[in-house]
């Protein structure tokens, strides 16, 4: 089994500071905890990981935020990842980080064992803003650790964008945006913000408090985005994702193609043959749990083959390439023509999807109602054939 696994994720989930809009799992960075922590996460991992220096494609360390943890904690889990996986033959090997997180040891420490793409949290070219959003970092900190990057010899640098924030107007996200594609990086993820429940801006949305774009202004500043990468050679190839060629995301390619992945930490999603499961997120339960067994897992989920087809469709469109109709034929013995004939025809229709001899893809329409489009590939039965 361990051979049909592509990729690695580990969940460091401590922040100096909450943002205001996020809500995955984190805590305020304790130095006592975090050590228990990398113990933990060490023994979950050897644990369901047989063997030393297992092949692997890419390797993702998110969070949270990664470089919180002290020079000392970095240093170990490397190591750990380093003893169990075959960083050498690694295709991609990520870590996420706000900027200003880095000082000069941190950056060599990570590129001498062998991490090969940086993910940097900038999410706005405004410190208004960015304070606004609970992030520590100021607009200056983006220029000085991008510079330190570069000269440590990274230059599969990543940069993190979100638009339609409150107040933020369309010329203030084109501001931004041009900010960004002045460096000249290799690759940009872009989202709309998303108000979740249990953050600080869910409070404040409740209470009437939080004033974001009109809908009409966001599509406007996704169609900013599309022209404006377009312009400057960097593809769209994802939902919000855009890379010079070569430079798309290897390991998230791994989570848009359906393929299986090893999930560690508080709170992390796993994806592996026939099943997917999901951590345990607070932080004391998961450690101790880690600790005593290896398996803090909260619940595991059968995946059935209606499942699997229907998120074949599902991440597959989310691909600007789409889904590919041989792929799909070699890999559940079905064209999806014969599943969903009446769907493709009346999204082709709508001019939502587009079909050619060998791919199915979304519209450039089909895009921005990507999740109306989804719903339609949802199967009333279970698939027989």
Same mark, same amino acid.
Not at 174 to 182: H, Q, Y
Not at 222 to 236: M, P, V, W
């Given at each position: 089994m361990k051979n049909e696994i592509q990729s690695v994720y580990i969940h460091i989930p401590f922040c100096e500071q909450i943002c205001h809009y996020c809500d995955f799992t984190k805590f305020f960075f304790n130095e006592k905890l975090a050590t228990e922590y990398i113990e933990a996460l060490e023994n979950e991992i050897n644990i369901n990981v047989p063997g030393e220096k297992n092949k692997v494609k890419t390797i993702f360390i998110g969070g949270g935020t990664p470089t919180a943890l002290t020079l000392t904690q970095l240093t170990s889990l490397l190591n750990i990842i380093n003893k169990k996986f075959d960083v050498s033959s690694c295709e991609e090997y990520t870590i996420e980080a706000n900027p200003g997180d880095f000082d000069k040891e941190k950056i060599q420490l990570l590129a001498a064992y062998g991490v090969n793409r940086i993910s940097l949290g900038v999410q706005v070219f405004d410190d208004n803003m960015l304070e606004e959003l609970g992030r520590l970092h100021k607009v200056k900190d983006v220029y000085k650790t991008v510079d330190e990057l570069k000269q440590h010899g990274f230059s599969n640098i990543s940069l993190d964008l979100i638009y339609a924030l409150p107040n933020q107007t369309?010329? +203030?996200?084109?501001?931004? @945006?041009?900010?960004?594609?002045?460096?000249?990086?290799?690759? @940009?993820?872009? *989202?709309?913000?998303?108000?979740?429940?249990?953050?600080?801006? *869910? +409070?404040?949305?409740?209470?009437?408090? @939080?004033?974001?774009?009109? +809908?009409?202004?966001?599509?406007?500043?996704?169609?900013? @985005?599309?022209?404006?990468?377009?312009?400057?050679?960097?593809? +769209? *190839?994802?939902?919000?994702?855009?890379?010079?060629?070569? *430079?798309e995301s290897k390991h998230n390619l791994t989570y848009w193609g359906n393929d299986y992945y090893y999930g560690f930490g508080a709170g992390a999603y796993g994806y592996l043959p026939g099943k997917r499961y999901g951590n345990i997120k607070p932080l004391p339960a998961y450690t101790k749990q880690a600790m005593k067994d290896g398996r803090p897992v909260l619940h595991v989920d059968s995946i059935s083959r209606k499942e699997r087809i229907e998120e074949e469709m599902f991440l597959g469109l989310r691909r600007t390439k789409g889904v590919s109709k041989k792929h799909f034929q070699e890999k559940f013995g079905i064209a999806p023509a014969d599943l969903y004939n009446n769907a493709i025809e009346d999204l082709i229709r709508r001019d939502w999807l587009a079909e050619d001899k060998d791919w199915l893809r979304l519209t450039d329409d089909g895009l921005l109602l990507a999740n109306e489009v989804f719903e339609r590939f949802l199967l009333d039965e279970p698939v027989t054939i």
């Open positions: 369309v010329g +203030q996200f084109e501001k931004s @945006l041009a900010e960004a594609m002045a460096f000249g990086l290799p690759h @940009l993820s872009t *989202y709309a913000l998303q108000i979740e429940p249990k953050t600080v801006f *869910y +409070q404040k949305h409740k209470k009437g408090k @939080l004033h974001r774009p009109a +809908q009409d202004e966001e599509v406007e500043m996704y169609q900013i @985005l599309r022209d404006s990468t377009k312009a400057h050679g960097i593809e +769209q *190839y994802e939902i919000s994702n855009f890379a010079k060629p070569g *430079y």
